[in-house]
């Protein structure tokens, strides 16, 4: 009978530290991309569409990732990065094909969102860098969304 008691009280005090653990052991690039939607809401208001596919993974603290996108002239883009981390900080920038940053003066990040604003003066791809700038967390799931008009 001891041994039965044991076995419930470990069993359960395993489930009390995965309940725990729950947002964190279950965090994923769908939840960044929860908040890369979020920090794009203000901005579907003024007319920008959001397009239904995006980028995302995890980077550590400090590291970039390029993603490269075909972006038209006569078109207007903001691309908005979010991650599930509160206390992370986050950075999207945009560059053309030759290296020069392409991106209006109005890119703000703001803790752990960020944005970037791009009227391309020529047809062309581009190169969003995301970026996590600090975190506290090891490798931090993020999520970048766009939308033009």
């Known amino acids: 009978m001891k041994s039965c008691a044991k076995l419930v009280f470990q069993t359960s005090a395993l489930l009390l530290v995965l309940i725990a653990l729950q947002p964190v052991i279950f965090a994923s690039v769908d939840d960044a991309q929860a908040f890369a939607l979020q920090a794009a809401e203000p901005y579907v208001k003024q007319g920008f569409q959001v397009r239904e596919d995006y980028w995302g993974g995890d980077l550590g603290s400090g590291e970039k990732k390029a993603v490269r996108q075909q972006l038209f002239k006569g078109n207007e883009y903001w691309f908005w990065l979010g ?3 509160d206390k992370a900080k986050v950075s999207v920038h945009v560059y053309d094909s030759d290296g020069k940053l392409a991106e209006e003066s109005d890119g703000w990040e703001k ?12 047809t062309g791809s581009y190169f969003i860098i ?3 700038e600090e975190s506290p967390e090891d490798r931090t799931h993020w999520a970048l969304v766009y939308g033009f008009r």
């Open 83 to 85: 991650t599930e981390v």
């Open 111 to 122: 803790g752990h969102f960020a944005g970037a604003h791009v009227i391309p003066k020529a």
């Open 130 to 132: 995301v970026s996590v």
